[in-house]
């Protein structure tokens, strides 16, 4: 994580303070998480999953932490 990061009240790259990342249950989701907590995004609660008759879906909220 950068000192740039670690300094700000805002995520980097103009994304939003809160996010929901939904997707297939698989490595490629994992990833997509494990890439959001590396920027310092915390997690949200607890993950949410469905069966849509073909494959799982998996959903988790993310937050950006506040200072204070």
């Known amino acids: 994580m950068s000192e740039t990061t670690l ?3 805002l995520p980097p790259d103009d994304l939003p303070r ?3 990342l939904t997707g297939r249950d698989d490595a ?3 990833r ?3 890439e959001a907590l590396d ?3 915390e ?3 607890s993950p949410a ?4 008759g073909d494959h799982v879906v998996v959903a ?4 950006w932490p506040t200072k204070g």
């Open 49 to 52: 999953a469905i069966f849509n």
């Open 7 to 9: 300094m700000s009240d």
């Open 18 to 20: 809160y996010r929901l």
């Open 39 to 41: 920027l310092g995004y």
């Open 32 to 34: 997509r998480v494990s």
């Open 43 to 45: 997690l949200y609660g």
């Open 28 to 30: 490629a989701f994992c």
């Open 60 to 63: 988790q909220a993310i937050l």
